[in-house]
């Protein structure tokens, strides 16, 4: 193996000249061959930059118009949604409002509409607190035309005495008070019919 060094460079050192000359002008040659082919690869990078570029331009403007489309459909969509929930909130606050202002219940309008408003809105405390108010501003008004209806006795004397022509002038709540009062003269009045 030793010989085998020694024998290559012997053989290197008696290359002659014309072998240097021919490798410097093949190795030129390759040089300018791969600096051609490294100024095409540049040129066709910057092309392919350029058409990138172009296209990006092209459909950059499509995307936005698409993404601002599907924006502005999205925002009428949750407009839709939330004019869509007020009018169902508005239905069921009427459509409560009414059935608390029906007849058979008689609750006047405003009352109505806060209790109405607490249902819909799930305040369960609310609601209760207005029935009561509503009951208790009821059973008061019933009261006051209850009194209207039935005048307590000329001077207010229980132990006054009712003529008959009174008695013949009462109405059927009037008659009750004044059986519950007097029962005795009640018996008398009603046995002379």
């Known amino acids: 193996m030793a010989n085998e060094l020694e024998n290559s460079k012997e053989n290197s050192g008696t290359e002659t ?7 410097t002008a093949s190795l030129e040659a390759k040089i300018k061959a791969l600096e051609s082919e490294r100024d095409k690869l540049k040129q066709s990078v910057t092309n392919a930059s350029a058409d990138a570029s172009e296209w990006k331009k092209k459909y950059q403007g499509k995307l936005s118009e698409e ?14 949604q939330e004019e869509l929930k007020t009018l169902r909130a508005e239905r069921d606050i009427a ?7 029906a007849p058979d219940i008689g609750m006047d309008t405003d009352t109505a509409k806060s209790i109405a408003t607490s249902m819909h809105e799930g305040n369960m405390v609310a609601v ?4 009561r108010k509503f ?28 003529t008959r022509e009174e008695f013949d002038k ?19 009045y009603m046995n002379k019919s």
């Open 17 to 23: 000249k014309e072998e240097k000359t021919v490798d």
């Open 67 to 80: 993404d601002k489309a599907r924006e502005e459909q999205e925002a009428a969509t949750a407009a839709m």
């Open 95 to 101: 459509n409560y409002t009414g059935t608390l202002t």
């Open 128 to 131: 209760i607190d207005g029935i």
């Open 135 to 162: 009951i208790a501003s009821h059973d008061k008004q019933m009261a006051e035309k209850a009194m209207l209806n039935n005048p307590t006795l000329p001077g207010g004397n229980s132990t006054k005495t009712v």
């Open 170 to 188: 009462m109405g059927y709540t009037e008659m009750l008070q004044f059986k519950t009062e007097h029962p005795e003269l009640y018996k008398e």
